[in-house]
T-cell receptor, first 110, second 112 residues
């Protein structure tokens, strides 16, 4: 089945230690998004790629970076995770009106 | 400012009963409105998507309505089951690209 896959499902990282979350898709969607969702809050858009074009939200901290080496894969890099970065990170893809979320990666910072 | 407001914030219902969740939005221009179900610790799963011209759409026991004139939508859950316990999120897409505006969600708890 075509889908959006996020790995890992759970990630524990140390304070200040760089961490990378991955997202892959088999939908051939041209747009990929990264959201941060904290407990009981709506997802917050961090950035998105329209094809190869990177679009950063104005309030996304510099600590968060992204890479999209090809259509299928997109990575979220957190350069120096702080305790406040503990959250669920959701990847989503879209093409026209179709919009699909991955199952998310729950990040814990210790 | 584009906003999506959902009510109630939380809801407890008995298994087998029906319930209705509300969503009001001010997103303009409007492209489509989606309802998602999000289980705890999981990503949102799409239930319905409606465009401007659609008034109602069903997905099993879930029925969504849309009144584009009053900018209101509702999600009706029929004959609730324990597995319906989740957060239900109303999401509106504006015409400019695919940026979504999320509501705060309604947390539904179905009790036996």
């Amino acid at each position: 089945d075509a889908m959006v896959i996020q790995n890992p499902r759970y990630q524990v990282t140390q304070f200040g230690k760089p961490v990378t979350l991955s997202c892959s898709q088999t939908l051939n969607h041209n747009v990929m998004y990264w959201y941060q969702q904290k407990s009981s809050q709506a997802p917050k858009l961090l950035f998105h790629y329209y094809d190869k074009d990177f679009n950063n939200e104005a309030d996304t901290p510099d600590n968060f970076q992204s890479r999209r080496p090809n259509t299928s894969f997109c990575f979220l890099d957190i350069r120096s995770p702080g305790l406040g970065d503990a959250a669920m990170y959701l990847c989503a893809t879209s093409r026209d009106s179709g919009y699909t979320f991955g199952s998310g990666t729950r990040l814990t910072v210790v | 400012k584009n906003q999506v407001e959902q009510s109630p914030q939380s809801l407890i219902i008995l298994e087998g009963k029906n319930c209705t969740l509300q969503c009001n939005y001010t997103v303009s221009p409007f492209s489509n409105l989606r309802w998602y179900k999000q289980d705890t610790g999981r990503g949102p799963v799409s239930l319905t998507i409606m465009t401007f011209s659609e008034n109602t759409k069903s997905n099993g026991r879930y029925t969504a309505t849309l009144d584009a004139d009053t900018k209101q939508s509702s999600l009706h859950i029929t004959a609730s089951q324990l597995s319906d316990s989740a957060s239900y999120i109303c999401v509106v897409s504006g015409a400019a690209g695919n940026k979504l505006t999320f509501g705060g969600g309604t947390r539904v708890l179905v009790k036996p």
